[in-house]
């Protein structure tokens, strides 16, 4: 079936620790995005990628690296420099950057 | 001010109610987005809208462009329509409302 899968579902780490989440999506969609959801808060836009080789910063990119490698993959870096990385991040993807996104599960990240 | 403005922020009806979430926006817009959050905090995406309305199954939205508001319908609401409902923008930039909770109590 297609879809869009990120992983691990739940992920605990260590203050100071880099962290990479995991999206991979079989839909054939050129646009991906990761998303940063907090208790309270709507979805905020951390970085988005149009095609592969490129990739442009969201609203709160502070912290976070991506890579876009690959059409199926768009994984997400937590670096040390990311001051509040406690949050749930949701990735999703789309066929153009102004069409009907589909979304992953989330990864709920902890750090402790 | 939020670019995207959703109205209720909480909501609790009666299996069977009709039910109106409202999303106002203040941007350019290419289009219009209602998601719908699930506890385990998956997304599923209900609508994509830049005109007019669109219904599925016992779900219909509307969007006005020229008074930059849209509204999801839920008719004869049922206990698993539960869920965070939410609003986002695409254009230049993407924007989101903070949701709307929604409870159908039995």
């Known amino acids: 079936d297609g879809g869009i899968t990120q992983s691990p579902k739940y992920l605990f780490r260590k203050e100071g620790q880099n962290v990479t989440l995991s999206c991979e999506q079989n839909?054939?969609?050129?646009?991906m995005y990761w998303y940063r959801q907090d208790p309270g808060q709507g979805l905020r836009l951390i970085y988005y990628?149009?095609?592969?080789?490129?990739?442009q910063k969201g609203d709160i990119a502070e912290g976070y690296s991506v890579s876009r490698e690959k059409k199926e993959s768009f994984p997400l870096t937590v670096t040390s420099a990311q001051k509040n990385p406690t949050a749930f991040y949701l990735c999703?993807?789309?066929?153009?950057?102004?069409?009907?996104?589909?979304f992953g599960q989330g990864t709920r990240l902890t750090v402790v | 001010k939020n670019e995207v403005e959703q109205s209720p922020q909480n909501l609790t009806a009666q299996e069977g109610e009709f039910i109106t979430i409202n999303c106002s926006y203040s941007?350019?817009?290419?289009?219009l987005h209602w998601l719908q959050q699930h506890p385990g905090g998956g997304i599923v995406s209900l609508f994509m809208?830049?005109?007019g309305k669109k219904k599925h199954g016992r779900l219909i939205a509307t969007i006005n462009i020229q008074e930059k508001h849209s509204s999801l319908h839920i008719t004869a609401s049922h206990p698993r329509d539960s869920a965070v409902y939410i609003c986002?923008?695409?254009?230049?930039?993407?924007?989101f409302g903070t949701g709307t909770s929604l409870t159908v109590i039995p």
């Open positions: 999703a993807s789309s066929s153009g950057i102004y069409q009907q996104a589909f």
């Open positions: 990628s149009q095609i592969v080789n490129d990739f």
């Open positions: 986002t923008t695409t254009g230049n930039q993407f924007y």
């Open positions: 941007v350019g817009i290419s289009a």
């Open positions: 839909l054939n969609h050129d646009a």
């Open positions: 809208l830049s005109s």
